[in-house]
């Protein structure tokens, strides 16, 4: 943080000549020995106004040929103003105003830019998911050709394939459990990739995910849930005994896009959302748009969603069933005209829903 913070001088009465950083080769503590300030006439309460003549500073004529450079003016002047300040400077040596992102940017070593940050984190990721994800990237997970290291005796091997030990590139996706999953959420998503390993993949699958797409956006979701729902999956059998098919698997993770697609705002989601949701889950999508018009304009943003999560999960409902719920609710009629009025949004709702039920 010390080389951070320096003195911008004014009049010099507010900045210690000794133990401020004002001068540009440094703290002059740092460079000049205490004795010479005392031979000097100097003490630690000497301040810079001490030096100063006008415009001028003046030096012991034996430190300026001991001390190069120290004839120089001060780092930084507050021109026009006759105090003292204390400034941010930079990783350029440039004098900032202080604030928490500067002082996050300067003390904080990021590192080399990668090309798969992209695709990693981003808005709208799922947390959870981008995190595991990320010590996949690195390698960094604890797989078994890792742990082979401390734990030589036993046999470790694959919970999927049960051939050879766990890695990187046989979990994602080299198992042939793993590799089924990955295959059905490719074709779901227009993922079409070839590699050769695990680091191979992520960075062809990033080079190609720069653009901020709504089709993009679902082929990073696909990777992190698949990588997320491998990884999970082979915790669970590994350490809770508990097994699951590559189908409920892949239903997991096509439950979790789904969920996220609904959540998006302004875009166009229609198509991703018909492709990766079954009928009565797009009938589900219908629904919501005409419980909108139910609850009316001033209460346009109260509905329950969670209860028709619920229901949507627990309830497997037919075509016939959800049109005759839609069509039951007779308070949506008396509102539609508000909505149609409201915007142009809800307009296409309503009509799509009417082309789907074939009114």
């Not at 780092?75 to 040596?93: E, L, S, T």
Request: charged letters at 20%; one cysteine or more.
């Amino acid at each position: 943080m010390r080389p951070h913070v320096a003195s911008c001088i004014g009049d010099g009465r507010n900045t210690s000549l000794w133990h401020d950083w004002w001068h540009p080769i440094g703290i002059l503590s740092t460079i000049i020995a205490r004795r010479d300030w005392i031979r000097n006439g100097f003490n630690d309460e000497s301040l810079v106004s001490d030096v100063m003549t006008n415009d001028s500073y003046t030096w012991p004529a034996d430190w300026v040929n001991k001390f190069p450079g120290l004839i120089d003016g001060p780092m930084f002047c507050n021109i026009g103003n006759n105090r003292d300040m204390i400034v941010w400077r930079d990783m350029k040596g440039m004098s900032k105003k202080f604030s928490c992102k500067q002082v996050w940017r300067d003390i904080n070593n990021f590192g080399d830019n990668v090309s798969w940050a992209n695709c990693v984190w981003y808005r709208n990721c799922i947390p959870r998911n981008a995190f595991i994800l990320w010590l996949a990237v690195l390698n960094r997970l604890k797989t078994q050709d890792r742990v082979k290291i401390w734990e030589k005796s036993g046999s470790l091997l694959c919970p999927f394939c049960f051939t050879i030990s766990d890695s990187h590139d046989h979990l994602f996706f080299q198992c042939e459990f793993s590799n089924a999953i990955w295959n059905h959420c490719c074709s779901k998503s227009g993922i079409d990739v070839y590699y050769s390993n695990w680091n191979d993949l992520v960075l062809k699958i990033s080079s190609g995910l720069k653009s901020r797409t709504v089709e993009n956006l679902i082929k990073k979701w696909v990777l992190a849930s698949c990588v997320y729902h491998i990884w999970k999956e082979r915790n669970l059998r590994i350490f809770c005994k508990l097994r699951n098919s590559d189908k409920g698997v892949i239903f997991c993770i096509e439950n979790e896009i789904k969920l996220k697609l609904i959540g998006l705002r302004k875009m166009n989601i229609m198509d991703y959302f018909w492709a990766f949701g079954d009928d009565s889950f797009r009938m589900f999508y219908l629904l919501l748009i005409v419980n909108i018009a139910e609850v009316g304009f001033t209460h346009s943003r109260r509905f329950n969603l969670r209860s028709y999560i619920v229901r949507i999960k627990d309830i497997r409902w037919s075509n016939r069933e959800w049109i005759q719920e839609l069509i039951g609710r007779r308070k949506c009629w008396t509102n539609i005209v508000k909505v149609l009025q409201w915007n142009l949004v809800n307009f296409i709702g309503i009509s799509l829903f009417f082309v789907v039920c074939g009114f």
